[in-house]
C-alpha cells in the first residue's frame, strides 16, 4: 500500500533547504517499495514520475553496457523526456563509446554533478551538448557490473535549472541503486520471464541469518562452516540475486518470497 504524505515548505533538516527532512524519507521509500515490485516496462517509467516529487528534473536516462578497448558498448536504454534531438544529436556527435561521462559512471560508484562533471571527467562528454538544448544542471550515477552482470549502468537526471546541490546528491544517492537494480530485474526477464533465481538449501540458511543481522563468522559459528565457506555462498546469493551488498541480497530475497519475514 503506498503511503500518503503531503510536501512541506519548510525543511526540519536545516536552514539552507540542503538536507531530507521526513517528508522525503517517506517519499523515498515509497519510490524504493515501488522499485522492489517494478515487473514492467511502464512501472519502471513510473518510478521517474514518482521521483520527480523529491528531485526536480525535465528528463532522464538509464543505460547498460560493456566496456570495451574502444569505449562502451551499450546494450540497452530507455530515455525519460530527453528531446528526439538531443538523442540524435548526440549520437551522431559523440555517442557511448566515446562519451566520458559514461564511462566514468559505469567503472566507478558514486555521484557526479554536471557542475564539476567536466573538470573531473575526461574529455569528451555531452555536457556541452546538453546546455545547447537548455539542460544546465543534473547528476550521473553508475554502477560497476554486479556478480550476475557484466554490463556496467547508470542513471543520468537533467534539468534546465543552474543549480545543484547537497540535498540532490542526497536524493540520487539513494534513489539509483534502487533504480538500477530495477532496470537489471526488466533487462533480465526480458531474456527470461518466468526465470525465478534458484538457492540452495544452505544459502537460504545463510539468508536467514543475514535477515538476523548476523556476520559471516557468526554464521560459521551457528553453521559449522568456514567463515570463507560463508562468504562464498554469500558472494552466490549476490550473484544470483544481483546485489551489490548483503542487505540488497536479503531485501530482494524477502521480495521474492525465498525466505520468510518471521
Given at each position: ?97 566515446r562519451d566520458g561521462v559514461v564511462k566514468g559512471a559505469m567503472t566507478a ?31 550521473v550515477a553508475g554502477l560497476p557490473p554486479t556478480f550476475e552482470e557484466r ?112
Amino acid at each position: 500500500m503506498r503511503r500518503q504524505s503531503g510536501r512541506t515548505t519548510a525543511r526540519k533538516g536545516g536552514t539552507d533547504g540542503n538536507l531530507l527532512d521526513g517528508t522525503d524519507a517517506v517519499r523515498l521509500l515509497d519510490i524504493i517499495e515501488a522499485c522492489l515490485n517494478c515487473g514492467k516496462q511502464e512501472d519502471f517509467t513510473s518510478l521517474f514520475s514518482d521521483s520527480r516529487d523529491v528531485l526536480p528534473f525535465d528528463c532522464a536516462l538509464v543505460l547498460s553496457g560493456r566496456l570495451e578497448a574502444r569505449g562502451v558498448a551499450v546494450a540497452d536504454g530507455v530515455s525519460i523526456g530527453f528531446p528526439t534531438a538531443w538523442i540524435d544529436a548526440y549520437l551522431a556527435k559523440l555517442g557511448p563509446q566515446r562519451d566520458g561521462v559514461v564511462k566514468g559512471a559505469m567503472t566507478a560508484r558514486g555521484i557526479q554533478s554536471w557542475c564539476d562533471a567536466h573538470v573531473r571527467l575526461e574529455q569528451p562528454n555531452a555536457l556541452a551538448l546538453c546546455r545547447d538544448f537548455g539542460l544546465r544542471s543534473g547528476y550521473v550515477a553508475g554502477l560497476p557490473p554486479t556478480f550476475e552482470e557484466r554490463e556496467g549502468r547508470l542513471v543520468c537526471f537533467g534539468g534546465a535549472s543552474a543549480t545543484a546541490d547537497s540535498r540532490g546528491e542526497a536524493v540520487v544517492r539513494c534513489l539509483a541503486p534502487h533504480l538500477l537494480l530495477a532496470f537489471s530485474r526488466l533487462r533480465r526477464a526480458k531474456r527470461s520471464p518466468s526465470g525465478q533465481p534458484v538457492v540452495s538449501p544452505r544459502e537460504k540458511e545463510v539468508l536467514q541469518w543475514l535477515k538476523q543481522g548476523k556476520s559471516s563468522w557468526d554464521i560459521s559459528r551457528i553453521l559449522g562452516i568456514r567463515e570463507r565457506t560463508v562468504n562464498f555462498h554469500v558472494a552466490n546469493i549476490m550473484r544470483k540475486l544481483g546485489t551489490y551488498n548483503r542487505a540488497q541480497a536479503v531485501a530482494a530475497a524477502l521480495h521474492r518470497q525465498l525466505i520468510d519475514f518471521d
